[in-house]
């Protein structure tokens, strides 16, 4: 069995709304426990691994943050944080009752990390705000519960950032945009392995380095006091640019980091290869391009008020692991519903629909040593709801 248990404490002063030098500073504490007391799993048809492991986590960081006018409509942001993270594990692993010398750790690992960030930002007209920033990011190393020797290292981002906040037509048009680049150093990375013992698990591992670069485009319109639209969109290219310890599973009997189909002598399952080259593959998860439209019209009457909603959803191919083996194609989502509220907001009714084109697509992906899963995501589905709120 699992165990999670944390405690946080943060303390803030800031300075008074109307001062010229609007700044910020505080403290942070967290203080953790979490592993498996313990987690239970067959090797083969007569071995029982049992893993004993507990990491307590130990966090303190100082901060600080400051924003001043320093012409008029230009106001320069300094910040910066000092975090120490402290980690400290202790478990082993037992086969049949026997307690492995070999995987025994008692350790405690300290990182300590400063990071800044630095902004400009300038109104060029009421309503009309341009910006520029750079950020710095500190994600602490990791060990895992279930191979709790060698811990990931921690993970860095610079952020490069430009971009624009507008109204227009009297604040009935909202236009946002951004362009950015990320720029990460070890970053963290979760993925199927199977260690020694024969049990795929769960493992966070380190890429050396990836990149993001993109756009983004945000938009809201009231044309009429009565419908809003909002939309959005998002290129990204975000690659992996070094990343030579990747993992792969090959079909069996294969062992090879390239993807392959099962040959027709395949034994089934599959085989966990590690030391895979997947430098210059697409990072997870990351579409590198999606649309969002939504609409929504509110029809005011003495019974109260009704809401027709559409939206529009369209997301181009992604992956679900780092070896780019399992992902989604691209697919598009359309949703709709009618809500009525009562005049006194305590009842509600809405008849709905979701995925009304039926798109087939998955939530999820994930490889073992058995095979490559799929979780489907929800068909064309239609329903009705009635609420009420109690007063």
Not at 254 to 280: E, K, Y
Not at 359 to 374: H, Q
Request: hydrophobic fraction near 35%; glycine fraction near 10%; include cysteine.
């Amino acid at each position: 069995t699992g165990y999670n248990e944390s405690w946080t404490q943060e303390l803030q002063l800031k300075s008074a709304p109307d001062t010229r030098l609007q700044w910020i500073g505080g403290g942070f504490y967290s203080n953790g426990a979490s592993g498996y007391r313990p987690q239970l799993a067959f090797v083969g048809t007569t071995t029982v691994r049992a893993i004993y492991a507990g990491i307590d986590t130990e966090s303190l960081a100082a901060f600080g943050q400051g924003t001043y006018e320093i012409l008029p409509s230009t106001r320069l942001t300094l910040g910066a944080r000092y975090t120490r993270d402290k980690r400290e594990v202790l478990g082993n692993t037992a086969l049949n009752g026997v307690i492995q010398a070999a995987a025994f750790a008692n350790t405690t690992t300290t990182w300590k990390k400063a990071t800044w960030r630095a902004a400009l930002d300038h109104e060029i007209a009421e309503g009309k705000l341009v910006y520029v920033s750079v950020n710095t990011g500190f994600k602490s190393g990791y060990y895992n519960p279930s191979s709790y020797v060698t811990p990931a290292n921690p993970e860095t981002l610079t952020a490069y950032e430009t971009g624009f906040k507008t109204q227009w037509l009297d604040n009935r048009l909202r236009l946002n945009g951004s362009l950015y680049y990320y720029d990460y150093k070890n970053m963290q990375v979760t993925v199927i392995i199977t260690p020694p013992g024969g049990v795929p698990t769960s493992f966070t591992q380190n890429a050396a380095k990836a990149r993001v670069k993109g756009f983004d485009l945000e938009m809201v319109a009231v044309p009429t006091d009565h419908l809003t639209i909002t939309g959005g969109l998002s290129v990204m290219d975000a690659k992996y640019k070094s990343y030579p310890n990747g993992n792969h599973f090959s079909p069996a009997p294969l062992r090879t980091c390239a993807i392959v189909p099962p040959p027709a002598n395949a034994t089934g399952g599959q085989n966990s290869v590690a030391g895979c080259d997947l430098s210059g593959n697409d990072m997870i998860q990351a579409p590198p391009f999606t649309l969002n439209l939504s609409g929504n019209y509110k029809i005011p009457t003495e019974m109260g008020d009704f809401n027709l909603n559409v939206t529009y959803f369209h997301t181009d191919r992604w992956f679900f692991e780092p070896d780019n083996s399992l992902g989604n194609k691209g697919y598009d989502l359309v949703n709709a519903s009618v809500r009525w509220t009562s005049s006194d907001g305590r009842w509600g009714a809405s008849v709905w629909g979701r995925n009304l084109t039926d798109a087939k697509y998955f939530l999820s992906g994930a490889s073992t040593s058995a095979a490559k899963y799929y979780a489907a995501a929800e068909p064309g589905t239609f329903g009705a709801t009635v609420s009420m709120h109690l007063q």
